[in-house]
Nanobody, 123 residues
Framework: QVQLVESGGGLVQAGGSLRLSCAASGRTFSTYTMGWFRQAPGKERAFVASITWSGRTIYDVDSVKGRFTISRDNAKNTVYLQMNSLKPEDTAVYFC????????????????WGQGTQVTVSS
């Protein structure tokens, strides 16, 4: 069993930055592929980024290109999402996800979800 707890969300002005953290329980964290998804009001949950156990990253290029960076610290059982140059359209609840065998943009393959953290970007 893996529990995921997100933190770091909040209210920020457009152009600002936030760093989200996702702390995972369990000794096998380093073997999981980790991901970030987000859900804006009235919209479906959408893929943001993922990172494999070895550090290979994938991004939803269209929405976060050059602005967001996913990283992980296996010693701390934590995955991060650094968000720069935030835009009002980045406003959403951000969810952390963990997968043993790999996840895709549709959210298939995810074994565990966090509870989400709200990010609000004001114009």
């Amino acid at each position: 069993q893996v529990q995921l707890v997100e933190s770091g969300g909040g209210l920020v002005q457009a152009g600002g930055s936030l760093r989200l953290s996702c702390a995972a329980s369990g000794r096998t964290f380093s073997t999981y592929t980790m991901g970030w998804f987000r859900q804006a009001p009235g919209k479906e949950r959408a893929f943001v980024a993922s990172i494999t156990w070895s550090g290979r990253t994938i991004y939803d290029v269209d929405s976060v290109k050059g602005r967001f960076t996913i990283s992980r610290d296996n010693a701390k059982n934590t995955v991060y999402l650094q968000m720069n140059s935030l835009k009002p359209e980045d406003t959403a609840v951000y969810f952390c996800a963990a997968s043993q065998l790999g996840l895709d943009r549709l959210g298939r393959g995810i074994d565990y979800w966090g509870q989400g953290t709200q990010v609000t970007v004001s114009s």
